[in-house]
């Protein structure tokens, strides 16, 4: 975790590879079907990288890694809910 945070890129590859089959399993059980999870997953491990030098406890990873995805997705849904609503008339217009 420490070398991941230093920018070593071998590490920061594998702890992507330890988190990326339980996170996609998140957003699947969060809603998300397999397309959109695997390119919110993009999103999240560049969040992750950009992010993840101002991690204080590293062993704190995982649960910031699963609010990261939480965050995200959360993001993703109300912007697709808010787009379907504009969309939407205000009113029925009469025959």
Request: proline fraction near 4%; aromatic fraction near 12%; charge should be positive.
């Amino acid at each position: 975790m420490l070398r991941s945070q230093s920018g070593d890129r071998e590490a920061m590859n594998q702890l992507f590879l330890t988190v990326q089959d339980p996170l996609y399993r998140f957003l699947r059980a969060l809603g998300a079907d397999a397309h959109s999870a695997k390119d919110l997953l993009q999103e999240v491990f560049v969040t992750i990288y950009a992010k993840i030098r101002w991690l204080r406890e590293p062993a704190l990873f995982r649960a910031w890694s699963y609010r990261i995805v939480h965050r995200l997705a959360r993001g993703v849904w109300r912007a697709s809910c808010a787009s379907t609503i504009a969309s939407r008339p205000m009113w029925r217009s009469r025959p």
